[in-house]
């Protein structure tokens, strides 16, 4: 396949405070074989030779695994292919000729710090507020005192699957961020060494949750439909039986 | 400069006990009173940082991304390695303290791989007290499975995530001693200087990625916990933003920086497939179980894989190696695939890559099993290369993967400048010249969880916490000279882009300083290298602003770094006259073509001095003593 | 733990109540649909008897009445905040958006709940005003004086815009329930992936029986009358 020219219109904002707006770009000799970072790498080579600003956007290993790339493109986070983050999206998905309108997560918990990156550090706040079992380095048990049946640990590594993206709240309706939180106390639920502090940890992780400013879960499940890990949102359900269990027993 | 590694007396299994009762220990009142920076959130940063402010230290935790979640320990597959002999093997900590040794090509210290191979148990109990669903059987335990260069099985595992498990396991951790202010976070934040006073590491300089502004943190020790150099290369399976520069900052300050020249080629890595590619990604070691390596016979053969008859392909690895085969270790396989490529034998658009082949256990297993065992890896493959793995061979090639090498630490973890210590990748300690697979989650961990938290109490106890006053001339120096890199490099306006110069020194250095070295081409990169970084500083371009997020110039500072620390590897490689591990020297190999080890000459750690701009390093070796393991050369034939 | 009131409107517990009074709702619905049917017999005298036994509870009925005001005014309350919090949690929308697909359960009816909910809303206003508040005719039915309320629905039911008002709001009825039914099972953690798709399922019989009932008596007594 020869290479693509492709038409691209990018959010750009300067910095948290600054108003934003779409610029259109032209890349050309896309090759079908990069991946849709390696497409903005040159597009940013090519603006600093033209001495502009480059496009700012979050990544890192680029192997789907660190949840650092984001990126809304025509509409869908992580783009159109399902279980695939931006990094592991190549561009023979796409067609020469094609116009991809780009976009950062759109949340008023996850604010732009300049073009496509945004900050999502609520998500850290939410996992200090209880996303850990309480246990100090050293006291630790032998790790086979506690057998644990292979389903709930399959079941607890399928939450735990969770790479912090954020795509979840980028595609939800109303911003939610069930998904994520639900991944955290489904995962401790599931385990013995979570019951302890299980229904301290879904008040705990909830309020957090409810205090960043993310939207209600309507149950339209996009995020499910979006993860790069495909969690279920069988997790969201298990989230709200913590909590119900929480409300009426209390810690 | 004085190495003094500062390991105990004493039978090896008993070393590690006595030195912890010798250290001297804060008390618990007085912990409160000292500060302690981490710069990095890794494996070994993020369980250092809370392991400290468990035991009351108040930390300042640093690193580079938005979230400590991000560090690249969570790329790793694999597994971690522990001495638990759950699996009724034989296994024991002497056995993985010799594997260990043995897979380093016997350029580590005993006592550091036998502590490492002592606390191994302890991570593993730690990990599934925090709630990592480590894989189980049916019954309720542990699995293991096993990995190169042990007959045991010893390895943990969490699907193919195991180094996302167990980052997050330390993020979870870290983050309650958040919540608890015990530890105060900072992300998006790097590193650029580290500050001395009296010879001390007191703080360091930062820059906020966000804002741009640059900053002091002061603290009573530093930790270096930021990872290795792999990508010096350009190429590597480390992610986009691995680099060198906290450490090598720390080495321009006076830090020692040992076997700089000791890197590993993975050899299971999809090939790369043009100018654009920005990194390489790395498959499961485990393929080789079940593929068959091979390449045409005839060079240049331009026929799809399918369409070369049985008898114009060349299993060669198969046929050098007839009891190992495709199961050769990761160095030998890899240099292997580079003498057919090299040869004019590679497949593949770029002729540079090997096929490695299922059709054969597809035949025998049934396309079902082949599915089940590397269902993902084969997904993840033709994602990436759009090319059906059950039908057509895949194209693998080697890639750089880790770096052994790294800032010299004594057996404290603390380098020849008091107050500063490394861990996990960053430290050169517990895998001589060649990693062994699942070990590198193993000694992070370790660093972190069960040797800082001793050793650094012993420094603290005996330096009393002085205030440096913020208008101390150090710190203004410091400050002074972190603008003035940047000013310099925004200041140029040149033509290339950092990214061109990157991918130029990566070439020389894959060429020259990569799988196989000789004396020829390590001269020549000296002269490439030092000509690459004159033109970079005459021709290089940034995008503009340094007050703003501007990824482009982080980079550009990083690239900066490694065109400085490619040129002491090649140094490095060039001063050691032998082949060890994943160091390979032409001129030093056997009758049968094998890495020949010079034992009674380079058995030493190379530890590198910084003399000052354009003067060359000076090299301090620390002489390795072997007491309990029997020196052999290895051989797969 | 925060101190109950602030875990009751918490987003969880919210949606919860939300998902309890909507079922309660539904409930509701299918009993009044299964009473509206005998209007489809034609009798007249069967169908005042029927509504005659709710007006002749006395002071019960007020309190059926004020809990289903109240299931109602929790019901648009926690939608009406969902809603006001969605606009709070993104306020700038994207310039492009598209359905992911896959498992998705984002449909047409997933995303205008809060506008068919206020549509019904108005139109309950409505139907509330103009049947229950409206004329009073009286008929004499075994010898007792009741309301005749058969008589004031063929009247309405014989306007064809009063007749497409019902058709058309009792469509909307249909697709809130759509999504409203599974969602609701969803927003009280019963969901099992097992019983996902059949509940999923019955939530949409459930909005069809439910929407074809109500506007097919409208429609049928003005075709017949």
Redesign the interface.
């Known amino acids: 396949m020869a290479d693509m020219t492709l038409t691209l219109?990018i959010?750009r904002q300067?910095?948290r405070k600054s108003p934003g707006k779409?610029v259109t770009y032209t890349v050309e000799n896309v090759?079908?074989?990069?991946?849709f970072?390696?497409?903005m790498?040159?597009l940013?080579?090519q603006?600093?030779?033209k001495?502009?600003?480059?496009v700012?956007f979050?990544?890192?290993?680029?192997?789907g695994?660190?949840?650092?790339c984001s990126l809304?493109i025509?509409?869908?986070?992580h783009g159109?292919?399902?279980g695939?983050a931006t990094c592991?999206l190549?561009m023979?998905k796409f067609k020469d000729g094609d116009i991809i309108?780009v976009?950062p997560w759109?949340?008023?918990?996850f604010p732009v710090?300049?073009d496509l990156?945004v900050?999502?550090?609520a998500?850290?706040r939410i996992?200090?507020?209880g996303?850990?079992?309480?246990?100090?380095?050293g006291?630790?048990?032998?790790?086979?005192a506690?057998?644990?049946?292979?389903r709930a640990?399959?079941e607890?590594?399928d939450a735990?699957?969770c790479?912090?993206c954020g795509a979840c709240v980028a595609?939800c309706?109303?911003?939610?961020a069930?998904l994520f939180v639900a991944a955290k106390i489904s995962?401790?639920a599931l385990?013995p060494?979570?019951q302890i502090e299980r229904?301290?940890r879904a008040?705990?992780m909830?309020?957090q949750?409810?205090k960043e400013?993310?939207?209600?879960?309507?149950?339209?499940?996009?995020c499910?439909?979006?993860c790069p890990k495909?969690i279920?949102?069988?997790h969201?359900?298990?989230?709200?039986?913590e909590?119900?269990k929480?409300?009426a027993l209390?810690? | 400069m004085k190495l003094d590694s500062k390991i105990p007396e004493g039978p090896l299994a008993e070393k590690w006990d006595k030195h912890r009762f010798k250290l001297k220990l804060v008390n618990p009142a007085n912990k409160r009173k000292y500060n302690i920076i981490v710069v990095g959130t890794g494996l070994a940063g993020a369980s250092a940082a809370a392991s400290l402010a468990e035991l009351g230290y108040h930390v300042k935790n640093f690193c580079i991304q938005d979230s400590p979640r991000r560090a690249h320990s969570i790329a790793a597959q694999g597994g971690i390695n522990a001495a638990k002999n759950y699996p009724n093997d034989g296994d024991s900590i002497w056995r993985l303290f010799y594997d260990t040794i043995k897979g380093g090509d016997y350029r580590s210290r005993e006592a550091n791989v036998y502590r490492l191979a002592q606390v191994s148990n302890n991570i593993i109990d730690q990990g599934v007290a925090q709630g990592i669903p480590f894989a189980r059987e049916y019954g309720g335990l542990l699995d293991n499975r096993s990995f190169g260069g042990a007959q045991v099985s010893r390895t943990f595992y969490a699907r193919g995530q195991t180094g996302q498990q167990l980052l997050l396991g330390a993020y979870s951790s870290l983050m309650r001693q958040v919540a608890k202010k015990q530890v105060q976070l900072i992300t998006r934040t790097e590193m650029l200087d580290l500050i001395l006073v009296d010879g001390k590491a007191v703080g360091i300089t930062t820059r906020n990625l966000i804002t741009g502004e640059i900053a002091t943190h002061m603290a009573d020790a530093v930790v270096i916990a930021t990872g290795g150099y792999g990508n010096v290369y350009y190429l590597s399976t480390n992610a986009k933003n691995s680099n060198a520069t906290a450490a090598w900052r720390c080495y321009k300050r006076g830090a020692a920086f040992a076997n700089p020249c000791f890197t590993q080629i993975h050899p299971t890595c999809i090939p790369f497939s043009g100018d654009y590619q920005s990194k390489l990604t790395l498959m499961s070691e485990s393929l080789r179980n079940d593929g068959r390596v091979w390449v045409p016979k005839k060079r240049g053969d331009d026929r799809a894989p399918n369409d070369i008859p049985e008898d114009e392909r060349d299993y060669y690895l198969e046929s050098r190696y007839p009891s190992f085969g495709n199961l050769v270790p990761r160095d030998v396989a890899s240099r292997n695939a580079k003498d057919v490529v090299d040869d004019g034998r590679g497949v593949g658009p770029s002729k540079v890559a090997v096929y490695l082949d299922f059709a054969d256990s597809i035949n025998r297993l049934g396309e079902n099993v082949i599915r089940e065992k590397y269902g993902n890896l084969f997904d993840m493959y033709e994602r990436i290369i759009d090319e059906n793995p059950y039908k057509t061979p895949m194209m693998i090639y080697p890639a750089v993967h880790y770096t052994m090498g790294g800032l010299w630490v004594d057996y404290n973890l603390m380098s020849n400048i008091p107050g500063l210590f490394v861990l996990g990748e960053a430290n050169f300690s517990d895998h001589g010249a060649n990693r062994l697979g699942a070990s590198a989650l193993m000694q992070g961990l370790a660093d972190g969880y069960f040797v800082i938290p001793y050793t650094i109490g012993d420094y603290l106890a005996t330096n009393k916490a002085t205030k440096v006053p913020s208008s101390h001339h150090a710190i203004e120096e410091s400050v002074a000279l972190v603008h003035d890199k940047m000013d310099k490099l925004l200041y140029i306006k040149g033509e290339k882009t950092s990214t061109e110069f990157h991918r130029e020194l990566g070439k020389i250095m894959w060429e020259y300083v990569g799988m196989a070295r000789d004396e020829a081409g390590l001269n020549k990169a000296l002269e490439e290298i030092p000509k690459l970084r004159d033109e970079f500083w005459q021709n290089v371009r940034v995008s503009s602003d340094k007050n703003l997020m501007n990824k482009d110039l982080e980079f550009t500072g990083r690239i900066a770094d490694f065109l400085e620390l490619g040129e002491l590897m090649a140094r490095d490689a060039l001063e050691r006259n032998e082949s060890c591990g994943g160091h390979f020297r032409l001129e030093s190999q056997t009758d049968e073509g094998e890495a020949k080890r010079k034992d009674d000459e380079y058995a030493f750690v190379s530890a590198w001095e910084y003399k000052g701009e354009g003067k060359k390093p000076a090299l301090h070796k620390e002489k390795l003593v072997f007491d309990n393991v029997e020196l052999t050369q290895r051989s797969y034939k | 733990m925060p101190a109950l009131p602030t875990s009751l409107w918490s987003s969880v517990a919210r949606k919860a109540l939300m998902a309890l009074t909507g079922l309660a709702l539904i409930g509701f619905l299918a009993v009044h649909l299964l009473g509206n049917l005998i209007l489809l017999t034609g009798n007249a005298d069967a169908f005042n008897l029927y509504s005659n036994i709710y007006a002749s509870m006395g002071s019960f009925l007020y309190v059926i009445e004020a809990g289903l005001v109240a299931f109602f005014l929790i019901h648009i309350v926690s939608g009406v905040t969902v809603a006001l919090g969605k606009m709070k949690a993104r306020p700038v929308s994207y310039e492009k958006t598209a359905n992911a697909g896959g498992p998705s359960r984002k449909t047409i009816s997933s995303t205008t709940m809060i506008y068919t909910g206020i549509i019904v809303l108005a139109f309950l206003v409505f139907h509330v005003t103009t049947l229950k508040y409206g004329a009073h005719y009286e008929t004499t039915i075994h010898g007792e004086k009741m309301r005749d309320l058969h008589k004031l629905i063929i009247e309405n039911f014989a306007q064809p815009g009063i007749v497409v008002t019902y058709v058309l709001t009792m469509l909307l009825l249909g697709f809130h329930l759509r999504h409203g039914f599974w969602s609701a099972f969803q927003s009280l953690g019963a969901l099992q992936p097992r019983l996902s798709g059949l509940i999923y399922t019955i939530g949409v019989l459930i909005a069809i029986i439910l929407a074809v009932g109500f506007l097919f008596i409208p429609l049928w007594i003005f075709l017949t009358a």
């Open positions: 219109k959010w300067k910095d779409f090759s079908e074989h990069m991946s970072l390696e497409m790498d040159v940013n080579e603006l600093i030779k001495g502009e600003d480059v700012e979050d990544n890192d290993c680029r192997e695994i660190c949840g650092m809304v025509n509409g869908r986070p159109q292919e399902h695939t592991q190549h023979r309108v976009e759109r949340a008023a918990a710090l300049k990156a900050d999502r550090t998500f850290d996992m200090a507020a996303g850990y079992t309480s246990i100090n380095v006291g630790a048990q032998d790790a086979n506690i057998p644990i049946a292979k640990s399959d607890a590594m735990a699957s790479i912090g595609a309706p109303n911003a939610s069930s995962q401790l385990l060494q979570g229904r301290r008040a705990n909830v309020a949750m409810d400013g993310f939207g209600d879960c309507s149950n339209h499940a996009e499910e439909a979006v495909e279920s949102i069988t969201i359900a298990r989230m709200k039986r909590y119900f929480a409300m209390g810690e």
